[in-house]
């Protein structure tokens, strides 16, 4: 008999697989994960983060199958509707700014932050952008040629790209860290050839980096200084993950542009970017994409951000993410080097024990078992493990994760793990 995943490799496109294991599921529901013969899975990574709010929520199905019912038209391109109106102005309520601001509505983070890029080259007349180093913005155009993640692959980077390092507490790149960075920021936006700078603030795919107190905010005043705008990518690590609404506000700036994506959509395809309107509506017709602003993914969004405010799910983040970064840190083994990150984003490093070095082998491994013994969780950066479940977790799921997870380690550690097999799934 053909399974799921046979019946995929035979007629899926490669170029959009990024595979562990042959994870096959056919339903959801909270944080867990449904497979064909009935085996349910703990969600750890909630499809890295889109599904925040987890599997069916009720919200987000029911505003959904209302919208699908009635919907007026598939677009927001040459019609409005109440829903991108509403979506647009949900977001300016929710997105601390001043001045007068707009909202790009698209599919996916990967266009929200091309738009914001070209919207910065456009207003300010220049085209370098300063990125960083292992970063990821998006899979398609300029948001591509300045990931350093894309770069890091064999991409060629946007020729006008400029990438800074990222400050990680646990592998500085030297003694000042932030120092370093931030000279180098400076001496590039000083010349008045920035158009704009692009930063996660936690840095995501490069390995869940979580950046020294007070980065955000120096790199910010160096923006304002020198008159660059800064864009900030909260696509994966925004909207009540890091225990507050905004990523940002951990270091109480002000961005002025800011991008959002996966969770926003509840699944769905939506995204967002909000900013100054002098940047966001010229030149106009200079995005299109004939369905985003749709009715059904607006209302979505909608869904999202009502549920996320009323039912706390930023403090529930901080909460039951300070439960589980305590657990994990607990787990007995010399394998985990560092246990990093903010509310329910959370990075545990494996290392060699002998040479601190990074394991990406046991990284691949660890997750593989991780699948066999009911959980799903990934890996970023080669030897990172990415722990960003949905933010209706519970305690007793969190301590439950934490447990395959050490468990997980353990077996890869111990050579249980089938190493031929895990050498199937490529991962990054």
Not at 1 to 6: E, G, H, P
Not at 62 to 80: D, F, I, K, M, Q
Not at 278 to 296: E, I, Q
Request: aromatic share 4%; glycine share 12%.
């Amino acid at each position: 008999m053909t399974t799921l995943y046979q019946r995929d490799e035979a007629a899926i496109a490669g170029i959009e697989k990024l595979r562990f294991f042959p994870l096959e599921v056919v339903s959801g529901h909270g944080s867990t994960l449904v497979t064909p013969d009935g085996r349910e899975l703990l969600d750890l990574s909630a499809t890295w983060t889109a599904s925040g709010l987890g599997h069916g929520h009720p919200a987000v199905a029911e505003a959904v199958s209302r919208a699908v019912r009635t919907a007026p038209g598939s677009g927001g391109l040459s019609a409005v509707h109440p829903d991108s109106v509403g979506l647009a102005e949900d977001l300016l309520a929710l997105v601390p700014g001043t001045g007068e601001r707009r909202v790009y509505l698209g599919h996916a983070g990967s266009d929200a932050n091309d738009v914001a890029l070209r919207a910065c080259r456009h207003g300010t007349g220049r085209r370098t952008v300063l990125a960083f180093e292992h970063s990821y913005h998006g899979g398609v155009g300029v948001a591509m040629g300045v990931s350093g993640v894309h770069v890091d692959a064999g991409v060629a980077p946007d020729p006008d790209a400029v990438f800074l390092p990222y400050p990680n507490p646990f592998r500085p790149h030297g003694p000042d860290d932030v120092g370093t960075c931030l000279v180098l920021a400076e001496r590039h936006l000083s010349q008045g050839q920035i158009a704009c700078l692009i930063v996660e603030p936690i840095l995501s795919d490069g390995g869940l980096v979580v950046p020294p107190d007070g980065f955000l905010a120096r790199l910010h005043q160096l923006c304002r200084r020198f008159g660059v705008p800064m864009i900030c990518d909260e696509v994966k690590m925004g909207l009540g993950r890091p225990g507050t609404l905004h990523a940002f506000e951990h270091d109480g700036v002000v961005p002025d542009i800011v991008t959002f994506g996966k969770v926003l959509g509840g699944g769905l395809p939506l995204s967002a970017a909000v900013g100054p309107a002098d940047l966001l509506d010229h030149p106009p017709a200079a995005a299109l994409l004939t369905t985003a602003g749709n009715p059904v993914c607006t209302v979505a969004g909608r869904a999202v951000l009502a549920t996320i405010v009323e039912e706390q799910l930023a403090e529930r983040a901080a909460k039951v993410g300070a439960v589980l970064t305590d657990a994990l840190r607990a787990l007995d083994t010399d394998r985990i080097g560092d246990v990093r990150g903010r509310g329910l984003a959370i990075g545990v490093e494996l290392v060699d024990p002998a040479t601190g070095d990074r394991d990406a082998r046991l990284a691949a491994q660890v997750v593989y078992r991780a699948w066999e013994l009911g959980a799903v969780v990934y890996y970023v950066g080669g030897n990172v493990l990415e722990v960003t479940p949905p933010l209706v977790l519970t305690e007793d799921e969190a301590l439950r994760g934490a447990e395959i997870i050490g468990a997980a380690i353990a077996d890869a550690a111990t050579g249980t793990v089938d190493a031929e097999e895990v050498a199937r799934y490529a991962g990054w």
